[in-house]
């Protein structure tokens, strides 16, 4: 049973258009991340959320953790070609070691 | 900066054959994990190691053994390669701790393995 659902698995945008993609549980997470991977690369983080509520901003990346820490969204202002790869949630579980990942959400900005 | 490197981008093997994934970071982690990527399932995790020699199994471990020998050094090792075990592998560290900074894993560039 995959923890972590990530919405849509697929979108297509033109550049400069906004976007939004989704992380949801039905489970409650101490903290979340969001990470990109590149093709030909290893995932790298880019913000974790930690509190209820929270908002991060990483520059045209607005990260917001759900109230009841269930559920995280991802929104890109004025996408970019080089925003493009594999955007994937994560979160802590069963061990602070052990961390799970979404099935991700694979972002193709088109010029 | 932390680097993790893992010894092949891509790898060919045959069915039946033995195959060894080699994974080393410089940044003195405790734990070290070995995921597999396939398209539509995300990562999932086939063993991690908290310690030199201590593992625990992950997800998804059936096929798969491990080697942590020393603490930069964690190896995945496939007894009798099968064509489902066509996949990324990709290799993970980070520190041992219960923070939001000891959270980040820090991945290696993959291997792309093909079993035929």
């Known amino acids: 049973t995959q923890l972590l659902e990530q919405s849509p698995q697929f979108l297509s945008i033109q550049e400069g258009e906004n976007l939004t993609v989704y992380c949801n549980s039905s489970?409650?997470?101490?903290?979340l991340q969001w990470y990109r991977q590149e093709p030909g690369e290893g995932p790298v983080l880019l913000v974790t959320?930690?509190?209820?509520?929270e908002v991060k901003k990483l520059k045209r990346l607005t990260f917001q953790f759900g109230d009841a820490r269930k559920d995280s969204s991802l929104h890109i202002t004025a996408a970019q070609t080089g925003d493009t790869g594999l955007y994937l949630c994560?979160?802590?579980?069963?061990?602070?070691?052990?961390?799970?990942f979404g099935s991700g959400t694979r972002l193709s900005i088109r010029p | 900066d932390v680097k993790v490197t893992q010894s092949s981008r891509y790898l060919v093997k045959r069915t039946g054959e033995k195959v060894f994934l080699e994974c080393v970071q410089d940044?003195?982690?405790?734990?070290m994990f070995w995921y597999r990527q396939d398209p539509g399932l995300g990562l999932r995790l086939i063993y991690f190691?908290?310690?030199?020699?201590?593992?625990e199994k992950g997800d998804i471990p059936e096929g798969y053994s491990v080697s942590r020998e020393k603490k930069e050094r964690f190896s995945l090792i496939l007894e009798s390669a099968s064509t489902n075990q066509t996949s990324m592998y990709l290799c993970?560290?980070?520190?041992?701790?219960?923070?939001?900074?000891?959270?980040?894993?820090?991945f290696g560039p993959g291997t792309r393995l093909t079993v035929l």
């Open positions: 993970a560290s980070k520190q041992e701790g219960y923070s939001v900074s000891t959270d980040t894993q820090y």
């Open positions: 489970s409650v997470f101490s903290s």
């Open positions: 959320v930690v509190t209820g509520g």
């Open positions: 994560a979160g802590p579980y069963s061990s602070a070691s052990k961390i799970i």
């Open positions: 940044m003195d982690h405790e734990n």
């Open positions: 190691s908290y310690d030199v020699k201590m593992k």
